[in-house]
């Protein structure tokens, strides 16, 4: 009740406008009641799928539940007017004493500080340069090239998390520098192998904004870039998506780089090292996009 009451408040000004101009011409109580109803309940399910994009599913939630509360329209049919500018429950907040608000709800309030507003899924794959040069640059993470640190015993990288911000920002620069080159972003600007030291100091801490003209810095932990970018459905997945799963306490624990709908670059425990596998498949895997298409 608590968590409606507040998405109620929530509603833009233009609905209360709506909702004071039924009830001065009719005073119609019935019709007025269905539409707050409808409001709250949307609402609601846009709550539960941004905080099932940003923190995992919902312990309590059925297989059934927790795919159906995802909305059924896809991105690419909004227009860009119906596209918030800021996520508007990043100031939501729950008093420490009320007893009907999950943990889960806690962690997505918490969340929502710094994640992006969530539109419906992506539904088409992305053919731009940037997804391809994000596949090169996965798979070339197996193998090094020949004269870096390495080369031919596997990747040196040995933080998945790490993998993830070096292929984004690589593949993310293709659209101003026109190559597709592993650079590092250290302070002497040198350009060196696949290691943890090429971009152990990419400098970003949240999720970037939105600028097709810069390379995108991720967070270089699973759990804070887990939140950056737009939400994928599992048909369209396609090379540079980063798809994460493992939710303990609300946060991923793994995270692999798509190099196709099927396969990802991600770390094998039993190896040591980043290997090509199989796409994760369960209830709570989620896909994001940062990079940009065609």
């Known amino acids: ?76 049919s909004l227009e860009g007017t119906e596209i918030p500018t800021t996520n508007p429950y990043a100031s939501l907040t729950f008093d420490a004493g009320e007893t009907d608000v999950s943990d889960w709800q806690r962690a997505c309030v918490s969340a929502m500080k710094s994640a992006p507003y969530q539109l419906p899924a992506l539904f088409s794959a992305n053919a731009g340069s940037s997804a391809q040069c994000a596949q090169q640059l996965a798979l070339a993470l197996l193998n090094p090239p020949s004269g870096t640190s390495g080369s031919g015993s596997g990747s040196t990288v040995s933080d998945p998390a790490l993998a993830a911000v070096g292929v984004v920002y690589g593949a993310s620069s293709v659209s101003s520098t026109g190559r597709c080159i592993p650079t590092s972003v250290s302070t002497t600007g040198s350009s060196t192998g696949m290691s943890d030291n090429t971009y152990g100091s ?93």
């Open 1 to 76: 009740m608590i968590k409606r009451l507040v998405l109620f408040a929530l509603m833009p000004a233009w609905i209360w406008v709506g909702i004071g101009v039924i009830g001065a011409l009719g005073g119609i109580f019935v019709a007025l009641a269905v539409i707050t109803g409808s409001i709250v309940s949307s609402g609601s399910a846009d709550f539960h799928y941004q905080c099932d994009s940003a923190v995992g599913p919902d312990p309590s939630d059925t297989e059934t539940a927790t795919t159906a509360a995802a909305p059924t329209t896809g991105a690419e």
């Open 202 to 294: 990419v400098p970003g801490t949240a999720c970037p904004a939105t600028d097709p003209s810069a390379p995108i810095a991720l967070p270089n932990t699973i759990a804070a870039q887990s939140l950056c970018g737009q939400r994928v459905d599992s048909s369209a997945v396609s090379a540079g998506d980063l798809v994460y799963w493992g939710y303990q306490n609300y946060t991923p624990t793994k995270v692999g780089i798509a190099v196709s709908r099927g396969q990802v670059v991600a770390f094998d425990s039993s190896s040591g090292r980043l290997t090509e596998q199989s796409m994760p498949s369960g209830k709570d895997v989620r896909v994001k996009r940062v990079l940009g298409g065609s």
